[in-house]
Nanobody
């Protein structure tokens, strides 16, 4: 069973940047599509970004929620079994707990998440 541990969150002013990391143990990502999700109080967890591997293209294919396109960048290092989320030009509405998981997510793979707070 894979265990996912998120880190890198914190408090940042609007316009600032953070880089989140998600390290997997127990199993490797392999070629699984991985995603970042976030949850804010009173709202359901939402998809933020995902990254898949295209055998045909021999490359990664990122995907983003409209709300973060152009500001966030997802990447992965399969050798380190780690997925990253570079977040730039952060906005107060980006505040929440960020989680990684496969995409689509597995119910048994949710970690503790990492808190991101963006002050205005």
């Amino acid at each position: 069973q894979v265990q996912l541990v998120e880190s890198g969150g914190g408090l940042v002013q609007a316009g600032g940047s953070l880089r989140l990391s998600c390290a997997a143990s127990g199993r490797t990502f392999g070629s699984a599509t991985m995603g970042w999700f976030r949850q804010t109080p009173g709202k359901e967890r939402e998809f933020v970004a995902g990254i898949s591997w295209s055998v045909l293209l021999s490359g990664e294919i990122p995907m983003y929620a409209d709300s973060v396109k152009g500001r966030f960048t997802i990447s992965r290092d399969n050798a380190k079994n780690t997925v990253y989320l570079q977040m730039n030009r952060l906005k107060p509405e980006d505040t929440g707990v960020y989680y990684c998981n496969t995409q689509p997510p597995r119910n048994d793979a949710w970690g503790q998440g990492t808190q991101v707070t963006v002050s205005s």
